[in-house]
C-alpha cells in the first residue's frame, strides 16, 4: 500500500529536480489566454467613471448624453455615491458598456457630476498627522538598557506607499447567457471568487462559473471580485452581451490596492559585547484609506531584552491598501535591518559580524547562521566587505545584509484525483496559478505518487466547478495542493493496488510504483505495466477525493510552516550622480522541501526582481491638490529592467533537515529582505544612511549632502 | 482618445494642404510614439493626424565632407547607424543610445524627438503646459523632482523632453522648416522657445509648417554627451550636459555647452563656456566648468539637486569629449 507521506530523498524521480513549468511553452508563444484575452461574440467594453479628486461630496451625477452618445448600450450610475462622500481619486461614480473601448471612453466625457470639493489628508511623512488608534507595548527597561549601553544608535527611516503593478489589469469577461453567468476574471481565488456576489447581481451561487486558466500577477490585491466585478456583471444581464471590464493602468495603480508606507524613528542599544539590549521604535505610515497595521519592529531580532514600539496609522485621501506580498514584513524588516545595521556601523563593528553575534536574539538562530555563511562565500564577503564608509572615488561599492522569515502553511485545499481504465490520469483542484507554478507542482507530486512521467498527467483547475481550494494568498498554495494532491493520489493509487495486487499474487501492501510500473517489492520482476495495470480496473475511473487539513498534513510531516532567508547585496553608488547601481544579488532561502527547484528559484528571482523594485524604484506619487496619483503610468512609477538588477545568485536549502519538514510556501520570503538589503549596501558604500525608500539619485545627492561627502 | 481623421499624404505638398493654419486642429504624425499617447492622455485632440511616413524623402541622410542633412524622418535607429554619424558625432551617438527602447529607436524619428511635447506629469494629466489647477500654478508648492531649474521664472516649468536637442545646440545644427514653397533655416537653439502662452508650443514651428531636416555641420570638433538617469534600462534623462569644442594648440575655443531636461528649452550653460574658453581640459578646468554652470539656476523645493547632476554631467561630458 501506498502512504501519503513523501518519499525518501533517494527514492524520488521528480520531487526536488530541476523541471520546467508546463504551461511554459503556452505562455511564450502567447497561445495562453489571459482574462484579457477573452473575446466573447457581441461583447461590449466597459469603462468607468472614476472621481477626479481624493475628497468630494456627490450631489448628482448626470448621464443622459453618455446614454445617447455613439455605441453606448448601457450606462450603469452608482446611485448610492449621490449624497455621499469620495475619500480617494478613483472610486467608481458610474460605469459605461459600449461597441467599442474608443467609444466608450468618449461617452465617459459627457458624464457630468455635481460634486463639492472636500479637504484632504495626503501627506503620511507627517507623524502629526496621524489619528488611527496607538498599538506597541513596553517590555524591560528600555530607558536603563540605553543608559548603560556602550552605542546607542538613532536613525529615521521609510518605506513609501507602492502599488502592486500588475502586468495583467484587475478586471474580468462576464456573459450572462439562460439564466447563468460567467466570469473570466484574473483572480487569486477561483474557488471564492463569486463569493457573496450572488445578492449583488441576484444569480444563484450555483449558476455563476468561474474559469481563470493563466494570470498575470496578483501578489495579494486580487483575492476580491471587486466592485467591478459586479459592475461587469449587471452590465452583461442588462444588456444581454458579454462585457469585458479591464482597468487601465491609471485606474490599476490608484485603485487597485497598494503596500502602506512605514515610516520610523528607531534607537538601538548596543552592549560592550556588542549584543543588542535595547530597541525604542516609532512607527507611523498609511493605508491609504484603508487601514493600518503597525509593521513588526522589530522584526526577527524579536528576542531583543528590552523593546518600546508605538505605531500609528495615519488616514489618508488615497487608495486603500491590500495585501502586498508578505504584507507588513517588507517594511517590518527594512526599519529593523536599516536600524541593525546602523547600530553595527556606530559601534564600529563589521555587519555580518554584529548580525551573527545576534542571532540569538532570533527564533533560528541556526538557520541564519548556516544561510549567512553562505551567503556571504556566494557574495565573496571576505574579499569585498569593508566597513561603513571606508570607500574612495567617485563610484563606491558596498555591501549589505538582511534577515527575514515567513509562516508559509499550506491552506485548506480539496483534490480529486481520478485514474482512468485506460491508464490516463486526471487531477481536478479549484486551485489558481498565479503565474507561480502551482500546475507544474501539482503534475510533479501527481507524477511522483503514480510513478508516471509527469506528461502522462492532466492537471484540470482555475475553475470554480473543481473541488474547493482557497485564494492563493501568504505562500499557501504549494503546501496546500501538494498535500492534498498527494493524499488523493495515494487513495487513488490504493484502490488501484486493491484492483492489481491479485494479479500480481500478493497483497496490496507489498506493492510499489516507479517508471511507469506497479510491481513487488520484495521481486521487482513481477510487475505490470501502468496501462495494463487500469485495464483491470473495468468500465469506471476510480476517483478519489484528498484534504489538507492542516494539522493532519502537519503530522504526516508533508507540510510545514516558518523559514528563514538571509539575502546580500553588492551595489555602487555613483556619489556624484547618485546613481545606485545593483552589482549583485545573493538569496539564500528555506522552504521545506522543494516540489520544484527550477520554479522555486524562479519565485526567489522574481522576489529578488520586485524587491529590488522597491528598493531602487518605486513610490506611488500624489498631486498636493487633487489627490491624483502623478505617476499613475509606468514611465514614471518605475520597474526595474534587465539592465538594472545585476546578477542574481540564488540558493535553496536542500539538505535532510529542511526537507523532512514537508513543503513550506515560497512566494513571500524572497520579496522581505531586498529593501534593507540595499539600501544597508548603500549605507555601508556611501558612508551615510539614505533614511527612505526608493534609493533616487535626488534622496542620495541630499544624504550625501547632509552628511558633508558632498559638498 | 476623441475620434479623428487620418491622412497619409504621399508629398509634402500634399501635406501643406492638409495642415491647419491652428495649432489643436491637425496635428503631425512621424512615429507617433509621442502623439499618439498624447492623444490618448487628451493633451492634444485634434480633428486630423497627418502622418508624414508616406513622404518618402523625408527619410533620407545626406552625407558631404561639410555637413550631414538628416531627413526629418528618419528613424533614431538610422541616424544611430550611420557611418558618417558614428564618426563626427559620439554626442549623438550617445544621445540616442540613451533612448535605450529598442520599439522607440524602430519607430521614434529625429523629427518627432525634437517636437515631442513635455513629460510634465501635470500637463499629462489636465492641468495644462503651465501645470495649473484653479489658476493656481502647481510646480512651485507640488512635486517638482523632474522639473526646471533654468528659465523656470515665468509661467513654464516643464523640462524640454528632448535628448537630442541639447545635443543639435551644442554642435551648432541647424533645422530646415518648410512651408508650402517657402524654406527657412533656424540655428538649434533658436528652434525652441519657451511658450509666452498655453496655446503657445515649445518649438517655433507653426502648426502648417514642417520640419523637414536637420544639418549638422562637419568641423571636426571634438564632441560628446553625458546623461545621468536614474534607471540603466529605458528611463527619461535627470540631467544632459553636451558639449563641442575644437582643440587648437592643446587648448579649448568655441566651447559649445548645452544642457538637457533642466530648462523648458535645450540650455545653453554660457558661464560654463567661457569658463573652459581657452582653457586645456582637464580634471579640475572640466570641474570648474561644471560648478560654473551652475549659475543664474533658481531651482524648487524638490529639484535642487540638480544642480549637483549639472555639475557632473557637464564635468564628464568635457572630459569623455577629450578621451
Known amino acids: ?711 | 482618445m476623441k475620434s479623428f481623421e487620418y491622412a497619409r499624404p504621399a508629398s509634402l505638398d500634399e501635406a501643406f494642404a492638409l495642415l491647419s493654419e491652428n495649432w489643436g486642429e491637425t496635428e503631425i504624425m512621424a512615429g507617433g510614439t509621442d502623439l499618439v499617447t498624447a492623444m490618448k492622455q487628451y493633451v492634444t485632440e485634434p480633428n486630423r493626424v497627418v502622418s508624414l511616413r508616406g513622404v518618402a524623402p523625408l527619410r533620407a541622410i545626406n552625407a558631404t565632407d561639410a555637413a550631414i542633412e538628416i531627413g526629418a524622418m528618419a528613424t533614431l535607429r538610422e541616424v544611430l547607424r550611420h557611418d558618417a554619424v558614428k564618426a563626427q558625432f559620439p554626442a549623438v551617438v550617445t544621445a540616442i543610445q540613451g533612448i535605450a527602447s529598442p520599439q522607440m529607436l524602430s519607430r521614434g524619428t529625429i523629427g518627432g524627438e525634437l517636437c515631442q511635447r513635455p513629460r510634465c506629469w501635470y500637463f499629462r494629466t489636465g492641468h495644462g503646459l503651465f501645470a495649473k489647477e484653479n489658476g493656481e500654478a502647481l510646480v512651485p508648492a507640488g512635486d517638482s523632482r523632474y522639473h526646471a531649474i533654468f528659465g523656470n521664472q515665468g509661467e513654464a516649468h516643464f523640462v524640454s523632453p528632448s535628448s537630442l536637442g541639447p545635443v543639435l545646440v551644442a554642435l551648432g545644427a541647424t533645422l530646415r522648416i518648410q512651408k508650402g514653397a517657402d524654406s527657412r533655416d533656424v540655428p538649434a537653439d533658436a528652434f525652441f522657445q519657451t511658450p509666452a502662452t498655453e496655446k503657445d508650443r515649445e518649438t517655433v514651428l507653426k502648426p502648417n509648417e514642417i520640419l523637414t531636416a536637420i544639418v549638422l555641420p562637419v568641423s571636426g570638433a571634438k564632441n560628446a554627451t553625458y546623461e545621468v538617469r536614474h534607471r540603466h534600462g529605458l528611463d527619461w534623462p535627470y540631467t544632459t550636459a553636451s558639449v563641442s569644442f575644437v582643440l587648437d594648440g592643446g587648448k579649448a575655443k568655441n566651447v559649445r555647452i548645452a544642457l538637457g531636461h533642466v530648462a523648458p528649452t535645450p540650455w545653453v550653460a554660457k558661464e560654463a563656456q567661457a569658463a573652459l574658453e581657452g582653457q586645456e581640459v582637464t580634471e579640475a578646468t572640466a570641474a570648474a566648468a561644471g560648478a560654473a554652470a551652475v549659475a543664474g539656476a533658481t531651482p524648487f523645493d524638490k529639484n535642487g539637486y540638480k544642480l549637483q547632476l549639472v555639475k557632473t554631467a557637464v564635468k564628464r561630458a568635457l572630459l569623455a569629449a577629450t578621451a
Open chain 1, 1 to 711: 500500500m501506498a502512504t501519503p507521506q513523501w518519499p525518501k530523498m533517494e527514492k524520488r524521480a521528480l520531487l526536488g529536480k530541476r523541471i520546467s513549468r508546463l504551461d511554459g511553452p503556452v505562455k511564450a508563444t502567447g497561445q495562453a489566454k489571459y482574462a484579457y484575452d477573452m473575446n466573447r461574440p457581441g461583447m461590449l467594453y466597459a469603462r468607468c467613471c472614476f472621481a477626479p479628486y481624493g475628497a468630494m461630496k456627490i450631489n448628482g451625477i448626470d448621464a443622459s448624453a453618455a446614454e445617447k452618445a455613439p455605441g453606448v448600450r448601457a450606462v450603469l450610475v452608482e446611485q448610492n455615491m449621490i449624497g455621499d462622500e469620495v475619500r480617494y481619486v478613483g472610486q467608481i461614480l458610474a460605469t459605461v458598456a459600449a461597441d467599442t473601448e474608443e467609444q466608450a471612453h468618449e461617452a465617459l466625457r459627457l458624464i457630468k457630476v455635481d460634486f463639492e470639493r472636500l479637504d484632504m489628508v495626503l501627506d503620511d511623512m507627517n507623524p502629526a498627522n496621524a489619528t488611527g488608534k496607538p498599538s506597541g507595548k513596553e517590555e524591560g527597561t528600555v530607558d536603563d538598557a540605553m543608559a548603560a549601553a556602550k552605542v546607542v544608535s538613532e536613525g529615521e527611516y521609510g518605506i513609501p506607499v507602492i502599488t502592486h503593478c500588475c502586468l495583467e489589469a484587475h478586471g474580468q469577461v462576464s456573459e450572462f447567457k439562460d439564466g447563468e453567468m460567467t466570469f473570466w476574471p484574473s483572480t487569486q481565488s477561483v474557488s471564492a471568487y463569486a463569493e457573496g456576489m450572488d445578492q449583488s447581481i441576484e444569480v444563484e451561487q450555483s449558476k455563476i462559473h468561474v474559469d481563470c486558466q493563466y494570470m498575470g500577477g496578483g501578489f495579494g490585491s486580487k483575492f476580491s471580485h471587486d466592485q467591478w466585478g459586479v459592475i461587469g456583471a449587471l452590465l452583461s444581464k442588462q444588456t444581454g452581451r458579454p462585457v469585458k471590464l479591464m482597468l487601465e493602468r491609471d485606474q490599476e495603480l490608484m485603485v487597485a490596492g497598494n503596500r502602506p508606507s512605514a515610516f520610523g524613528k528607531v534607537r538601538v542599544a548596543v552592549s560592550p559585547e556588542g549584543k543588542m539590549t535595547a530597541i525604542d521604535a516609532d512607527v507611523w505610515g498609511t493605508g491609504g484609506n484603508g487601514g493600518y497595521r503597525m509593521p513588526p519592529v522589530p522584526y526577527v531580532f524579536e528576542g531583543i531584552p528590552n523593546v518600546r514600539n508605538k505605531g500609528q496609522g495615519i488616514k489618508t485621501n488615497r487608495g486603500s491598501q491590500r495585501a502586498w506580498r508578505a504584507p507588513s514584513h517588507p517594511q517590518g524588516c527594512f526599519i529593523t535591518m536599516a536600524a541593525v545595521e546602523d547600530a553595527a556601523a556606530a559601534a564600529g563593528i563589521d555587519a555580518l559580524e554584529f548580525f551573527k553575534n545576534n542571532l540569538d536574539l532570533t527564533s533560528r538562530p541556526e538557520v541564519y547562521a548556516e544561510q549567512l555563511d553562505i551567503a556571504a562565500e556566494l557574495i565573496g564577503y571576505k574579499t569585498k566587505a569593508h566597513l561603513r564608509g571606508q570607500g574612495e572615488g567617485p563610484v563606491r561599492r558596498g555591501i549589505g545584509i538582511s534577515i527575514h522569515t515567513w509562516g508559509g502553511m499550506g491552506h485548506p485545499s480539496n483534490c480529486d484525483a481520478i485514474i482512468n481504465p485506460d491508464g490516463s490520469v486526471e487531477i481536478r483542484l479549484g486551485t489558481q496559478d498565479l503565474g507561480s507554478g502551482t500546475r507544474t507542482v501539482v503534475g510533479i507530486v501527481a507524477a511522483e505518487t503514480y510513478g508516471l512521467p509527469l506528461e502522462a498527467i492532466t492537471v484540470s483547475m482555475g475553475n470554480n466547478k473543481y473541488p474547493f481550494s482557497s485564494a492563493s494568498g501568504g505562500s499557501t498554495t504549494v503546501g496546500g495542493v501538494s498535500s492534498s494532491t498527494r493524499i488523493a493520489c495515494t487513495n487513488a493509487l490504493n484502490a488501484l493496488l486493491e484492483v492489481v495486487a491479485p494479479r500480481l499474487g500478493v497483497a496490496p501492501e507489498a506493492l510499489e510504483v516507479a517508471g511507469g510500473k506497479i510491481f513487488e517489492s520484495a521481486k521487482p520482476g513481477n510487475s505490470i505495466a501502468w496501462k495494463d495495470a487500469c485495464g483491470l480496473m473495468g468500465p469506471n475511473p476510480i476517483t478519489k477525493q484528498g484534504a489538507n487539513e492542516q494539522k493532519a498534513s502537519q503530522d504526516l510531516k508533508l507540510i510545514d510552516a516558518g523559514v528563514g532567508g538571509v539575502q546580500m547585496a553588492d551595489v555602487s553608488v555613483d556619489i556624484e550622480t547618485g546613481v545606485v547601481t545593483l552589482n549583485e544579488m545573493v538569496a539564500v532561502q528555506d522552504c521545506g522541501l522543494i516540489v520544484d527547484l527550477k520554479t522555486a528559484e524562479s519565485q526567489v528571482y522574481g522576489g529578488l526582481i520586485m524587491g529590488i523594485t522597491y528598493a531602487l524604484y518605486e513610490e506611488a506619487l500624489y498631486n498636493h491638490k487633487t489627490g491624483r496619483m502623478l505617476n499613475g503610468d509606468l514611465e514614471f512609477y518605475r520597474l526595474a529592467g534587465l539592465k538594472d538588477i545585476g546578477q542574481l545568485k540564488v540558493h535553496m536549502m536542500t539538505t535532510e533537515k529542511y526537507d523532512s519538514r514537508g513543503v513550506i510556501g515560497l512566494g513571500e520570503p524572497p520579496v522581505i529582505s531586498p529593501g534593507a538589503a540595499i539600501s544597508n549596501a548603500v549605507a555601508n558604500a556611501a558612508g551615510v544612511r539614505v533614511p527612505h525608500l526608493p534609493l533616487t539619485p535626488e534622496r542620495v545627492i541630499v544624504a550625501l549632502q547632509k552628511g558633508g561627502i558632498l559638498v
